[in-house]
């Protein structure tokens, strides 16, 4: 137990250390973490990922202005708050259609698509592939 306390502490400075010489440097997942405002709008999108986000509605959740948070957002993660949301609901989406048999429609109503079209037209967008080809061609594997 202590040698796993241990390695999750060193984890956590050798990340510290990265994110401290290369923040101004990149823009990723890993880098929004350091910003504590951007954070907070990640944890509301990935705590309800279903629910019809805007960026007015996360700005407020960073406490900051939509137009300043969606500029900070953009730099520190790479792109946009709501393509980060379409991003996040298709990786959501793409594990559910490979490790479950649930239909395609649920999977779109569990990410917050009225429609069965609208859901696989960002599918198809996001992953190059329709939600159906995707499950067949993971399965396959």
Not at 51 to 66: E, H, I, M, T, Y
């Amino acid at each position: 137990m202590m040698a796993q306390q241990l390695g999750n502490i060193m984890l956590i400075q050798v990340l510290r250390q990265y994110l401290g010489t290369e923040q101004n440097s990149s823009a990723g997942w890993l880098f929004a973490l350091s910003d504590s405002r951007v954070n907070r709008a990640l944890e509301a999108i990935h705590s309800d990922p279903s629910r019809r986000w805007s960026v007015q509605q996360l700005a407020d959740v960073a406490g900051v202005s939509r137009s300043t948070f969606a500029l900070n957002f953009k730099q520190k993660v790479g792109f946009g708050p709501l393509e980060y949301l379409l991003r996040w609901r298709m990786q959501l989406a793409s594990r559910r259609l490979v490790a479950s048999n649930v239909t395609i429609s649920s999977v779109a109503q569990s990410l917050g698509y009225d429609s069965d079209s609208a859901f696989s037209s960002a599918f198809k967008r996001v992953m190059a592939c329709s939600p159906r080809e995707y499950r067949e061609k993971q399965q396959s594997r």
